[in-house]
């Protein structure tokens, strides 16, 4: 579904990202985990045209998207949550969710499927997102996000100043997702626990660059808590 090929970025003359190359298939969580600063934000950032790629390429759904807008890799169908949500604070639940239909014909019903993924957004509808719990809005965030029905959604650090019942509700959406086998998801995480439990597939990145892949299962054997460990 997503296939990543060497790319570079660069801030001014900083070299954020170096070769970097990755895939994320239907039905599978693929975990990018490093210490802060490695240039985890960055790929995502670069994946939805946030900014731009010096060289390199990126494929979804067979063809080519890097030189497209992010308005037209979110039409195609990639979905994004990112870091510190950025929801709308002053408009409703139910606003900051049509807000995901942007692009969609006029009208269009937010999907009663976000509802049963996160019961506590229907009983808030006419709340502003302001006025929710930091659980609340990552919800809303992702239940955004998952409005228009992506085929790959990307997380930015979803546990990120989160309550632990509340991480544990977006890991069960997350593994839900990835199950129904129709969708891929890409995930930044600190979080190793959470990452590990979730992963199919996993990268490491330090420096810009990929220092390690490789199965989800095969995370510990392989000494991944040590790579990002502070």
């Given amino acids: ?7 570079n970025q660069y801030y001014g003359g900083s070299h954020i990202l170096r070769d970097v ?5 239907l039905g599978q969580v693929t975990v990018i985990l490093g210490r802060n600063g490695v240039g985890k934000t960055t790929l995502l950032k670069s994946l939805m045209g946030l900014v731009p790629i010096k060289s390199g390429a990126i494929e979804f759904d067979g063809r ?3 030189q497209c ?3 037209e890799r979110a039409r195609a169908g990639i979905g994004f949550v990112p870091q510190g949500r950025e929801i709308f604070a002053r408009l409703t639940v139910e606003e900051n969710l049509r807000m995901g239909l942007a692009y969609k014909p006029a009208g269009m019903p937010v999907p009663a499927q976000l509802y049963e993924l996160f ?3 229907r009983q808030m509808l006419g709340r502003r997102g302001g006025d929710l719990s930091g659980g609340q809005q990552q919800q809303l965030a992702i239940a955004r996000a998952l409005a228009a029905q ?5 997380l930015d650090e979803p546990t990120e100043g989160i309550q632990p019942s ?6 069960r959406v997350i593994r839900m997702l990835a199950d129904r086998g129709d969708m891929a998801i890409v995930l930044v995480e600190q979080y190793y626990d959470f990452a590990q439990e979730l992963a199919d597939r996993y990268l490491v990145m330090e420096r810009g660059e990929v220092i390690a892949a490789g199965a989800g299962k095969d995370m510990e054997a392989a000494g991944v808590r040590q790579l ?3």
Wanted: charged letters at 15%; a positive charge.
């Fill in 119 to 121: 019961p506590v957004l």
């Fill in 21 to 25: 190359s990755m895939e994320a298939a």
């Fill in 228 to 230: 990002v460990a502070i």
């Fill in 150 to 154: 992506p085929k790959l959604l990307v």
């Fill in 166 to 171: 509340i991480i544990k509700d977006i890991g």
């Fill in 64 to 66: 080519p998207i890097h």
């Fill in 69 to 71: 807008t992010p308005y």
């Fill in 1 to 7: 579904m997503l296939n990543v090929k060497s790319i």
